[in-house]
């Protein structure tokens, strides 16, 4: 079972550059989400997804687009990166029915 | 907000000792999750808990959800070095639409031989 995968694992880039984190589930499921974890700060929401079309802000949306064209695929876009946007970034899906949420490898993202 | 707080922060101790960490909350949760993160990898949903007052093991883990609904405890029994990680509690309210998880900072559980 793949579950939850995230794609690149490892990202470096330059402060003002674009990019995009992939996440793709098998599961089925309706709702999908994106954390950012920091040192001392535990996980935080940064937009998640009930549906397919449907797309909401978390806790720290600032500086970060999604879209949601298919249940499978949730991209997590950064316009233009800033060094703030140092992290360590978590992609899951939730079983709505038992609320029992898979996160994904996590993806390092460094901006210089 | 809804806020967790998970203690103890951090924890040292020696192979073959129980471990126990609790997770306290300002609101009612419906559901209880726990999480374990092993160093470069996602978290892993190691229990799910639905009632007040249910207890549940998964092997030499055994979590409680408080009868408060306010509260949650995880005990780990004969730790081995493996169990080194760190841990994070999520609580999740009801009502309609609201799937959002609240998690807790995490306990960073360190084993000595």
């Known amino acids: 079972n793949a579950g939850v995968t995230q794609t690149p694992k490892f990202q470096v880039l330059k402060t003002g550059q674009s990019m995009t984190l992939q996440c793709a589930q098998d599961?089925?499921?309706?709702?999908m989400s994106w954390y950012r974890q920091d040192p001392g700060m535990g996980l935080r929401l940064i937009h998640y997804s009930v549906g397919a079309g449907i797309t909401d802000q978390g806790e720290v949306p600032n500086g970060y687009n999604v879209s949601r064209s298919t249940t499978e695929d949730f991209p997590l876009r950064l316009l233009s990166a800033a060094p703030s946007q140092t992290s360590v970034y978590f992609c899951a899906s939730m079983n709505i029915d038992t609320g029992e949420l898979f996160f994904g490898e996590g993806s390092r993202l460094t901006v210089l | 907000g809804q806020q967790l707080n998970q203690s103890p922060q951090s924890m040292f101790i020696q192979e073959g000792e129980d471990v126990s960490m609790n997770c306290t909350s300002s609101?009612?949760?419906?559901?209880w999750l726990w999480y374990k993160q092993d160093p470069g990898e996602g978290p892993v949903l190691l229990i799910a808990l639905y009632k007040a007052g249910e207890l549940t093991s998964n092997g030499r883990l055994t979590a409680q959800f408080g009868i408060t609904r306010k509260d949650s405890f995880l005990n780990i029994s004969a730790s081995i070095p493996s169990d080194v990680g760190i841990y994070f509690c999520a609580g999740q309210s009801s009502g309609a639409g609201s799937y959002q998880l609240t998690f807790g900072k995490g306990t960073k559980l360190s084993v000595i031989p």
């Open positions: 599961m089925n499921h309706e709702y």
């Open positions: 609101s009612i949760f419906n559901t």
